[in-house]
């Protein structure tokens, strides 16, 4: 069974910074893309940034800038750097698996998503 786990969300003030951290395990042989999504209160789930296994990053508008998508796939880890952090950045915050391989007899997952971490940005 293959699964994502997310840590590092919390409270922060706005300007300040945090980072998410989101593993995968369940014997991965390989993932392609993998990234983070989020959905603030009332509104729907949203591109934050993913990032490809040869390196191709894409950011949603509102974090460009802000926010540094990194990966270490040796360690099937993903990690989310945010940067002067606003209110609106509040959200529960999900990582994504893209093309994942891996469990037992090496399964296809088209996709795999993590339960969530809440970010609160607030003073």
């Known amino acids: 069974q293959v699964q994502l786990v997310e840590s590092g969300g919390g409270l922060v003030q706005p300007g300040g910074s945090l980072r998410l951290s989101c593993a995968a395990s369940?014997?991965?042989?390989?993932?392609?893309?993998m990234g983070w999504f989020r959905r603030a209160p009332g509104k729907q789930r949203n591109l934050v940034a993913t990032l490809t296994s040869d390196g191709v990053t894409k950011y949603g508008d509102s974090v460009k800038d802000r926010f540094t998508i990194s990966r270490d796939n040796a360690k099937n880890t993903v990690y989310l750097q945010m940067n002067s952090l606003k209110p609106e950045d509040t959200a529960v915050y999900y990582c994504n698996g893209n093309g994942v391989r891996g469990g037992t007899g090496g399964r296809w997952y088209p996709e795999v998503w993590g339960q969530g971490t809440l970010v609160t940005v607030s003073s």
């Open positions: 369940g014997s991965i042989f390989s993932i392609n893309t």
